[in-house]
C-alpha cells in the first residue's frame, strides 16, 4: 500500500458525460501528479500540482482539467468524454516538487470505461 | 515517437535465470526511475538514478545508468516467480529549459515460469 488513495476504483459512463476523479496524496506529500495509461499510448503524465499550484503540464486534452486544494487533495474533471478516453487514470504523489529528485508513489487507480 | 524505447517488449524466463531489460533515449536523462505494475495495479518504485555511472540494488534487482546517461538497465539475478510483472522506465525529458515533461517507456513485459 503507496498510502496514496483514489477514489473510485471503476467508472462506466456514456460519451459526452463529465467525471471527477479523486486523489488523496501520502501524508507528507506536497506534489500531485495525474497520469493515463492505456493500451495504444502506455503511461501518459497529465499535469502536476505542488502545493496548490500547477507546476507541469504534459498531454492534457483541453477537455480535461485539474485542482489541488488547500488539503492536497487533488481531482481531475474529465469532460464531453469520448470512447478514447476510456483508460487507467493513475495519481501519484511525492514530497517535493521536481521529480527527478523525489520520488513518485503511485495510487492504485481508477478505471474509467466510457460507452 | 517513443521517446524512451524499452527492450525487450516481453521476456519469458525459466525461474532461476538471470535477466536483464533496457531503456534507451535519444536525449540526455535527467533523471531515470524504473517501476514495476502487476497488470491493472498501481505502480511500484523500485529505483531512481540521477548520476552518469550511478548503480543500485535492492534485493535481486540492480539499475545502472549508463555514464551518457542515455541508457539504463534492469537487471534481475535468480528469478522468481515474484519478480513477474510489467517493468516501466520513466525520465523527466526537458524541452526547451523547463523540466515536468515525464515520459514512460511502453514496458516490458516479465513472466517466470516455475
Known amino acids: 500500500d503507496s498510502g496514496v488513495t483514489q477514489t473510485p476504483k471503476h467508472l462506466i459512463t456514456a460519451t459526452g458525460q463529465r467525471v471527477t476523479l479523486r486523489c488523496s496524496p501520502r501524508?507528507?506529500?506536497?506534489?500531485v501528479y495525474w497520469y493515463q495509461q492505456s493500451l495504444d499510448q502506455g503511461l501518459q503524465f497529465l499535469i502536476q500540482?505542488?502545493?496548490?499550484?500547477?507546476?507541469a503540464k504534459g498531454n492534457i486534452l483541453e477537455r480535461f482539467s485539474a485542482q489541488q486544494f488547500p488539503d492536497l487533495h487533488s481531482e481531475l474533471n474529465l469532460s464531453s468524454l469520448e470512447l478514447g478516453d476510456s483508460a487507467l487514470y493513475f495519481c501519484?504523489?511525492?514530497?517535493?516538487?521536481?521529480?527527478?529528485?523525489?520520488?513518485?508513489?503511485f495510487g492504485p487507480g481508477t478505471r474509467l470505461t466510457v460507452t | 515517437s517513443q521517446e524512451l524505447e524499452q527492450s525487450p517488449q516481453s521476456l519469458i524466463v525459466q525461474e532461476g535465470k538471470n535477466l536483464t531489460i533496457n531503456c534507451t533515449s535519444s536525449?540526455?536523462?535527467?533523471?531515470l526511475y524504473w517501476y514495476k505494475q502487476k497488470y491493472g495495479e498501481g505502480l511500484i518504485f523500485l529505483m531512481m538514478?540521477?548520476?552518469?555511472?550511478e548503480e543500485k540494488s535492492h534485493e535481486k534487482i540492480t539499475a545502472k545508468l549508463d555514464e551518457k546517461k542515455q541508457q539504463s538497465s534492469l537487471h534481475i539475478t535468480a528469478s522468481q516467480p515474484s519478480h513477474a510483472g510489467i517493468y516501466l522506465c520513466?525520465?523527466?525529458?526537458?524541452?526547451?529549459?523547463?523540466?515536468?515533461?515525464?515520459?514512460f517507456g511502453k514496458g516490458t513485459k516479465l513472466s517466470v515460469k516455475p
Open positions: 501519484a504523489s511525492s514530497v517535493g516538487a521536481s521529480p527527478i529528485i523525489y520520488e513518485q508513489y
Open positions: 501524508s507528507g506529500d506536497l506534489s
Open positions: 538514478l540521477q548520476k552518469g555511472g
Open positions: 536525449k540526455t536523462l535527467y533523471g
Open positions: 500540482y505542488y502545493n496548490g499550484e500547477e507546476r
Open positions: 520513466g525520465a523527466d525529458l526537458p524541452y526547451g529549459g523547463s523540466q515536468g515533461n515525464l515520459i
